[in-house]
């Protein structure tokens, strides 16, 4: 376990592996956790930083002042990777985190050389409805009021918008993320991912992008592959079939190894 204390706040991450560093980025309600079999692999030819956001995970704010919202991440990335002297890298996201990537490349282009989504939403609107509900605060202040009923709305989230292949270890995985969370940083996150829409400015983002998305998945709508397309020309789009919005868990094998190979190759 490792941190970094910037002027905003302390960023838990782990690290491993050697070679060129890579990024990655979890969603909402997530930590570096949901990264573990991923650093491993991609760690035999690659330094990985696993980061958890501001609010999540083992990571902290100093400023009571903080929002813990999509831009203030954005910013984050950029912090750690000039505090720990990385010049560029590629950025990893799942959910959340790769809105957060993408809206880094539009941002900081000269940080980084790659983006990868995994069930990302380009636009907030194509987020679940239930989701949305968490964003605001009267319901969020509700939830955390009586945290038994959290436990069992997100409880139930995690268990109905998750495929067979990944359920108890994906229930088991969010309750504790979630022990680690403040209200703010519950609803402030997916308050500003719903009002999100990065079509605009997508057309900024210059750099190799892949975009990887589940037929199944409940919690983001998989149109948001078409709306990556549409913006980004380069991007490709990987489709999978039989899996939800956690990819790396439904499909693990695959998802390594197509990570890898795109990390790997040289783009012209």
Do not use: C
């Amino acid at each position: 376990m490792a941190s970094l204390v910037t002027d905003q706040g302390i960023i838990h991450y782990e690290t491993h592996g050697r070679g060129r560093p890579v990024l990655l980025l979890h969603g909402w309600l997530g930590s570096w956790q949901l990264y573990r079999r991923t650093i491993e692999n991609l760690g035999k030819d690659f330094r990985t930083y696993a980061l958890d956001f501001w609010g999540f995970g083992e990571s902290d704010t100093i400023k009571e002042t903080q929002l813990f919202a999509v831009d203030n991440f954005v910013e984050m990335v950029a912090q750690f990777m000039d505090n720990m002297g990385i010049a560029k890298a590629p950025l990893i996201g799942h959910s959340m985190g790769g809105t957060v990537s993408l809206s880094t490349a539009i941002r900081y282009p000269e940080k980084v050389v790659k983006v990868v989504v995994i069930g990302s939403p380009i636009v907030g609107s194509s987020l679940n409805f239930f989701l949305k509900l968490a964003g605001i605060p009267f319901i969020a202040a509700l939830l955390f009021k009586f945290p038994p009923l959290l436990k069992l709305v997100i409880g139930m989230i995690a268990y109905f918008l998750s495929t067979p292949k990944d359920r108890s270890a994906l229930t088991r995985m969010i309750m504790q993320d979630l022990s680690q969370m403040t209200m703010n940083s519950f609803f402030q996150s997916i308050g500003t991912l719903r009002r999100t829409d990065l079509r605009p400015m997508l057309n900024k983002v210059t750099v190799p992008t892949l975009g990887m998305y589940g037929r199944w998945d409940m919690i983001v709508h998989p149109n948001q592959s078409k709306a990556l397309k549409a913006g980004v020309s380069q991007a490709q789009i990987s489709w999978y079939k039989d899996a939800g919005h956690f990819i790396m868990m439904d499909s693990p094998d695959r998802f390594n190894g197509e990570l890898r190979d795109f990390l790997s190759m040289k783009h012209t």
